[in-house]
């Protein structure tokens, strides 16, 4: 196990080779992106907010929610050991469509939440552990 990052590290200029034959987009530095599969959203109460504001919400919050996760928008969801935020994983190939479906909740609609967008995707470097051949 403590050989992998090293291997990952090692492998990110051939994975970017490999993955650039395949025709994945090149960011304006010329490093190669991993096309985006989900947004992660942090989700953090507002500056000033007071939790009885956010607890006077959330039951239209939970529900809300769990309707998202079964329609399969919500792929996954956690929260902060702190307790300081909810961290979801969305099904949205942008930040905007996943601006969209967080827009659909009382918190975000009501104001009460900040929340932060990441785009996220495969990661590169694994694209050298089946080399170029193998990925289209």
Known sequence: MKFIIPFLIAALPAASVAQSQSGPSA???GVIVPKTTEVMVIVTAR???TRQ????VMPSEIRETVKLYLDGKIRQWFSRSDG???ILLLAAKTEDEARAVMA???LSREQLVDDEYIPVGPLVPLMG???AATQQ
């Open 27 to 29: 960011g304006a530095s």
């Open 47 to 49: 500056q000033g907010v």
């Open 53 to 56: 504001q956010i607890m006077a």
């Open 84 to 86: 300081k935020a909810v």
């Open 104 to 106: 659909t909740l009382p």
């Open 129 to 131: 552990l089946i080399g």
